[in-house]
């Protein structure tokens, strides 16, 4: 069984920063694609940021320049440094991982547990 653990929400000023990480956790062979979502209230749930395996990048166009993904293959980790947080950027955030499970394995995709993040104005 395939976890990942989200941590790093919480309630910040508007200009603040907040950093999000995502641990994979459980038996699998490798972890290919990771990316954050986010949803706001009443709203569908939307792509932040993704990362390919070999570090490859891609920001929606409203976090560009002001968040950065990352990640640790070694530890099976995701980040989202988030700087100059908006209210706008309110919402439940959402990792993914595109999981590797065994050598024949296509791929399936797992979620977090979401995490709150909070920007007053």
């Known amino acids: 069984q395939v976890q990942l653990v989200e941590s790093g929400g919480g309630l910040v000023q508007a200009g603040g920063s907040l950093r999000l990480s995502c641990a994979a956790s459980g038996s699998f062979h490798a972890i290919d694609t990771m990316a954050w979502y986010r949803q706001a209230p009443g709203m569908q749930r939307e792509l932040v940021a993704q990362i390919f395996r070999g570090g490859s990048v891609n920001y929606a166009d409203p976090v560009n320049g002001r968040f950065t993904i990352s990640r640790d293959n070694a530890e099976n980790t995701v980040y989202l440094q988030m700087n100059s947080l908006q209210p706008e950027d309110t919402g439940v955030y959402y990792c993914?991982?595109?999981?590797?499970?065994?050598?024949?394995?296509?791929?399936?995709?797992?979620w977090g547990q979401g995490a709150q993040v909070t920007v007053s104005s």
């Open positions: 993914l991982a595109d999981v590797i499970r065994d050598v024949r394995d296509s791929g399936t995709m797992y």
